[in-house]
């Protein structure tokens, strides 16, 4: 068979090399965006990997497409390519395809616009003692017997680089030098689980691959559009829907996939079937209004107390459906860190897939009385006697910062320092909207802008606000104006370590 691997920017190299290890395969290579280096191309060129260009695709797609033969080859491209011929295969659907038979462990996806990394953070948490392996925005992780092991850093959210995690994985389990447990007594951890991963929690850009015993959807909180125009993200992300037990924020679920047809599957047509166990969550309150039903919600949150470092609130478990078929109605407390509803709700994923595995609450309620927030991402910490609540993420948009402000104004003295870096996701901030959001706030809540964002945030205004070029300016001027409570909203890559 022959295969077209379209975009080697998001993955396709890692999907082409897996591909040329097959039987059978002939691998094609399209460099779409010209991002690959020589020496990348060398690598491939050396599995047997032909690389072309848009003339090979045209070519081979329009006779296709012009005759009643079979297709006699397969196209497999990222799901947000703007392509003009239907695509055969996802990218996710070719990790799906290509690790079905690899990976032999219980796996929890998530996917979202918002909270993903949060959510995973927390999943690592509350399966701490299952020797999880983890993919995020922060890199590839690995627990075992209790001891952290990061693996790898930057590294992107692609479906491909679920390929990467596994396959870091396994090269360590390999190595003797990570056996030193091997001939000790642990009683949390047989002897035979020592040398093995237990559980995966991968994080993944725009969709699912069809491999997670339960997939997330954290929200579509800006259903921002893909491909050139042609296509949105809640589409995408309605891949996850081919897991085993869906997650999805109720919200999402009632206004975008509940309304979805069920129809077969084609990457560039119509989203796939909505299959039978799908669990949601919300927190109560917000669960009015039109086309709502509190009572419809899996997993609720009630009786909240918020507070800055711990928050208690209570759980309704209703009909939910585990991966082996159970149904669980219960009640339960929960206190850990989540200091405005948009943390809750992130709480409330880990929650509900947790329980959706089957995870006993009991244990739910004890790892999370142990998160205290994900450093560099959302987190507390005292900076020169002031509390900085930190909120740096490299997919900062204008509805985040929304809610970030909102949680502000019900402190002490409260200042906005916000600002950040352009070109660390492939989608940037919408700046004109941020620009209406900080314009109409009041002399209340004073704004310090800094970074390249900050910059040109400052030159749009008409209420010019301070601008620092450095976070440590922008934080020092801060203290010097009375803040006892700074929000740094800064928009960064993780593996930029000065801005965090």
């Not at 040398?195 to 929200?219: P, R, Y």
């Not at 987190?379 to 006697?385: D, F, Q, V």
């Not at 809610?403 to 492939?426: F, Q």
Request: hydrophobic share 35%; with cysteine.
């Amino acid at each position: 068979m022959k295969i077209l691997v379209v975009d080697m920017t998001h993955g396709g190299a890692k999907i082409a090399s897996e591909f040329s290890k097959k039987n059978n395969c002939e691998v094609f290579a399209w460099d779409i965006y010209n991002t690959l280096k020589e020496k990348d191309k060398a690598i491939l060129e050396a599995q047997g990997i032909k690389l072309v260009d848009e003339s090979f695709y045209y070519t081979n797609l329009e006779k296709t497409s012009s005759s009643s033969e079979k297709d006699d080859i397969m196209v497999v491209a990222p799901v947000h390519c703007n392509l003009p011929y239907p695509v055969h295969m996802t990218h996710h659907q070719a990790v799906g395809f290509l690790m079905k038979d690899r990976i032999t462990v219980p796996i929890i996806e998530i996917t979202g616009v918002k909270g993903k990394t949060s959510t995973a953070a927390m999943l690592k948490e509350i399966y701490h003692d299952e020797n999880p392996l983890i993919l995020s925005s922060l890199g590839v992780e690995l627990v075992k017997c209790g001891k952290e092991f990061n693996l790898q850093k930057d590294i992107s959210i692609t479906p491909a680089s679920i390929i990467t995690a596994w396959e870091l994985a396994e090269k360590f389990y390999a190595e003797p030098s990570t056996g030193y447990y091997k001939n000790r007594e642990h009683k949390k951890h047989p002897e035979e689980k020592l040398n093995q991963v237990g559980i995966c929690i991968f994080e993944s850009s725009l969709g699912g691959t069809g491999l997670a015993d339960v997939g997330i959807i954290t929200n579509i909180a800006e259903d921002y559009t893909i491909a050139q125009g042609n296509s949105r993200a809640s589409k995408a992300k309605s891949q996850m829907f081919t897991s085993k037990i869906v997650v999805c924020d109720h919200e999402s679920y009632q206004k975008i996939y509940s309304k979805i047809p069920n129809l077969p599957y084609s990457p560039n047509q119509t989203p796939p079937p909505l299959k039978q166990g799908i669990n949601t969550f919300s927190i109560k309150e917000k669960s009015s209004g039109e086309g709502s039903n509190s009572d419809e919600v899996n997993v609720g949150a009630f009786n909240i107390n918020y507070g800055l470092h711990n928050t208690t609130f209570k759980v309704k478990v209703m009909d939910l459906e585990t991966v082996d078929g159970n149904i669980v109605n219960t009640f339960f407390e929960v206190s850990t860190f989540a200091p405005a509803p948009y943390h809750l709700e992130n709480v409330l994923s880990a929650i509900c897939a947790s329980l959706s595995m089957g995870t006993p609450a009991e244990i739910l309620i004890k790892e999370l009385a142990n998160f205290k927030g994900l450093p560099g991402r959302t987190s507390i910490r005292n900076y020169k006697g002031t509390i900085i609540i930190e909120e740096i993420n490299p997919g900062i948009n204008v509805t985040a910062v929304k809610r970030a402000i909102t949680m502000i104004k019900g402190y002490d003295k409260p200042v906005l320092v916000i600002g950040g870096s352009y070109g660390v996701t492939c989608e940037e901030i919408d700046e004109e909207s941020l620009v209406e959001v900080l314009g109409g706030l009041n002399e209340d809540i004073p704004v310090i802008l800094t970074g390249d964002l900050g910059r040109s945030i400052w030159d749009k205004l008409e209420k010019i606000p301070i601008y620092c070029p450095e976070i440590g300016q922008a934080l020092n001027l801060a203290g010097e104006k009375g803040a006892k409570n700074i929000l740094l909203v800064y928009r960064s890559s993780f593996s930029d370590l000065s801005k965090r």
